[in-house]
């Protein structure tokens, strides 16, 4: 008969730094009791019971969704909250005109008033956890404590949470604390302020998503991105893949892209049929921490455990993994229901929504029947294209990074910049335009550099010099991309199919990466001929292919000029290599057009 593990020392007693912090919270928030997570799937089973028992989760159809559940959101509980997080420095520059600041005074006293008592009647959750494989080196660890069970039971999916994860803490002493209180879910006593000079996040007013899950956009993006500059490594918005050929070779590429750019999609890429024996591998969807390694590489580890995804558009022929992936044991928030009981959202292939996100009988004139940012939380391994390699504890090594944006005629399907400064420029620059599903003007482009800009927990302009510095600190530094999957023609259609056949793309890259293939040098980097991107099957003509991979010097002399503005934004503490580089394609350019 199987036994629970003996532990020669309580929970509580293995980080007098933490029980000591934890107890000083206690006394400020007043809880009716203390429950350290131990982190094991029997504790995890008990919260989930206690949930349905108190309405707070709902279980789905056991015979089409097994293990599954339904947690709804308070109706102005639904985002994260950007206009109301902040990043709380010493000094205003540092955190830059790309953060919302507050001094760590007034962001203190503002947070203990509302922390005071607000646990009152309920029960504090001290939740250790580890970014990152538990043995690790580029792992670092936190501690959250909340007053959400519906918090504890996605950090267990999210993270490795629990004794391990507080082992290692006592250990190394060091660790991120993170205190969250849905508190009375009032949108105006609603803040998540960082305090990343102390290491530590307060989030007050909210049970969803990144507001909540401290260990996600919180710890493990501003925080750490803080922390990879004092360290000297990189916490990047990014997925993580491999990409096997035939002949078994993998490269890993990291890639970033701003929201609605097919991000998810490109992490769970499908090869398409023209592909046989080609195979992609997910270690990450998210968040990719990036470190130099002894061999002078760049190596990578995703520091979550599980997905918190946007759920909405996802079936079996957008994202075939994702789909298969959320069948069972898996979290839904803010979907609707169908009669049956299965969880319902727009893009499903099948099924009718009889009640809303809301728990209401379903009406098509409230809006949607699934809210558009409804989730799933899941563990990663259920992932059909799951790497084991994502709890490698060295991680992976980059080949490449790809940045991507959202252009209807500027940018080309692919190009490589000239050299990692360039390279800088590139990310620093990554832009999207607005659709007709967004509200306001269409084609409005936005800037999100590196796909970071509600992320980096410091100075943009700090960040990029920290991203030029590597040369210094790696010999073999990956090579930089940009794609643009969305580049249309003047009638408005799409020119590339997009979807499994970005692996055409995604092997050029590769080819370039391992020296195999050639590149035509244009102002903009390096661009593959036509003949170089595989379209065996592909309905896709010559002139096609010509317009997706074509620079036009105006159009891009006009978005030099564009983006020269937006660095000049950041000041004097802009870095002026990045300047120079900016300076070189703009030369690059005129002299084309005077040519």
């Not at 990043?87 to 509302?114: I, Q």
């Not at 946007?310 to 789909?323: D, H, L, M, Q």
């Not at 009406?363 to 563990?379: C, E, K, L, Q, Y």
Request: proline share 7%; glycine share 8%; with cysteine.
């Amino acid at each position: 008969m199987a036994t629970a593990p003996h532990h020669l020392h309580a929970i509580e007693e293995l980080s007098p730094t933490v029980s000591d912090w934890v107890g000083q919270v206690a006394r400020q928030t007043l809880p009716k009791r203390i429950h350290w997570c131990e982190g094991s799937e029997q504790e995890f089973r008990d919260l989930t019971r206690e949930l349905v028992g108190g309405a707070e989760l709902l279980p789905l159809n056991s015979q089409t969704h097994p293990g599954c559940h339904l947690a709804r959101s308070h109706p102005s509980d639904v985002a994260r909250v950007e206009h109301l997080t902040f990043v709380c420095t010493v000094e205003k520059a540092d955190a830059g005109p790309n953060n919302n600041w507050m001094s760590p005074s007034d962001a203190h006293r503002r947070m203990d008033e509302l922390f005071n008592g607000c646990m009152r009647g309920r029960t504090l959750y001290v939740v250790p956890y580890c970014m990152g494989p538990i043995d690790s080196p580029y792992s670092r660890c936190g501690v959250e404590i909340t007053d959400s069970a519906y918090v504890v039971i996605n950090m267990k999916l999210m993270t490795r949470m629990g004794r391990p994860a507080l082992e290692r803490i006592a250990r190394e002493g060091s660790f991120v604390k993170g205190l969250h209180s849905i508190g009375d879910l009032n949108p105006e006593r609603r803040f998540i302020v960082h305090f990343p000079e102390e290491l530590s996040i307060q989030s007050f007013g909210s049970g969803y998503g990144g507001n909540a899950l401290l260990g996600k956009k919180c710890h493990a993006l501003r925080i750490a991105s803080w922390q990879g500059r004092q360290e000297g490594w990189l916490a990047e918005h990014m997925l993580l893949v491999g990409i096997e050929n035939p002949a078994g070779e993998t490269h890993y590429l990291a890639c970033a892209f701003p929201s609605a750019c097919g991000k998810t999609n490109l992490a769970m890429l499908i090869p398409p049929d023209s592909h046989p024996g080609w195979k992609v591998w997910t270690l990450g969807d998210d968040i990719a921490w990036l470190h130099p390694g002894n061999d002078g590489r760049l190596w990578a580890i995703n520091p979550e455990s599980g997905y918190f995804g946007v759920v909405p558009g996802t079936n079996a022929k957008t994202n075939r993994n994702a789909y298969e992936m959320i069948r069972k044991d898996t979290l839904y928030t803010n979907v609707a229901l169908t009669a049956d009981n299965q969880p319902w959202w727009e893009g499903l292939e099948s099924g009718q929504p009889v009640i809303d996100w809301q728990g209401r009988p379903y009406d098509s004139n409230r809006g949607p029947a699934a809210h558009p940012n409804s989730r799933f939380t899941v563990s990663a391994t259920q992932n059909p294209s799951y790497s084991s390699l994502a709890d490698s504890p060295g991680g992976v090594p980059i080949s490449a990074l790809v940045f991507g944006g959202r252009r209807r005629e500027l940018a080309p399907l692919v190009y490589q910049a000239r050299n990692w400064a360039h390279g800088v420029l590139v990310g620093a620059s990554v832009a999207s335009e607005t659709t007709a599903a967004a509200v306001g003007e269409v084609g409005v482009v936005r800037r999100d550099p590196m796909a970071m800009k509600p992320f980096c927990g410091y100075n943009f302009a700090d960040y990029w010099a920290h991203w030029l510095s590597f040369p210094e600190r790696a010999r073999a530094l990956p090579a930089i991309f940009h794609v643009n999957w969305f580049r249309r023609d003047k009638s408005g259609r799409f020119l590339w199919p997009g979807f499994g056949d970005n692996l055409r793309v995604l092997r050029w890259i590769i080819d370039r990466c391992a020296q195999r293939i050639g590149a035509r040098e244009t102002a903009i980097g390096y661009l593959p001929r036509p003949e170089d991107i595989d379209t065996d099957g592909l309905d896709i003509a010559a002139a096609t292919m010509n317009e997706l991979l074509a620079v036009d010097p105006a159009l891009w002399r006009q978005e030099m000029q564009e983006i020269g503005e937006f660095l000049g934004s950041f000041g004097a503490r802009l870095p002026p290599q990045l300047m120079a580089e900016h300076q070189k394609t703009v030369e690059k350019l005129t002299a084309h057009i005077q040519t």
